[in-house]
């Protein structure tokens, strides 16, 4: 499995990380999986974690919010191909792969 971040910051080149875990953290803090250089992220801004064969996002109380699609989450979400998240200046897409889905037999 791995997790697939497309982000694209103003001032920035584009980039795109891959991590081969079930959680990926967002923010400021160089903690973080994904480092954002954006005033408007919190330390502690989001993470995206795998559910099943899809990714949720879930908000972590920030001061400026997240937002998929132009809407302000205001709970976990499913993220879909097409979503474009938004943190700041930020634009992130992403993407999950090597994820197979088992079959359960009765």
Do not use: C, Y
Not at 58 to 83: A, C, I, K, W, Y
């Amino acid at each position: 499995m791995r997790v697939h971040v497309f982000i694209d910051s103003a001032g920035e080149s584009t980039r795109s990380p891959e991590f081969a875990k079930p959680e990926v953290t967002l923010g400021r803090r160089p903690s973080n999986d994904v480092v954002l250089a954006d005033a408007a992220a919190s330390g502690g801004h989001a993470r995206v974690f795998v559910t099943g064969s899809a990714l949720t996002i879930l908000d972590l109380e920030s001061t400026n919010g997240t937002f998929v699609n132009q809407r302000r989450l205001r709970g976990p979400h499913v993220l879909q191909p097409d979503d474009v998240v938004e943190i700041g200046d930020t634009k992130l897409r992403f993407s999950l792969s090597g994820v197979e889905l088992s079959l359960i037999h009765i």
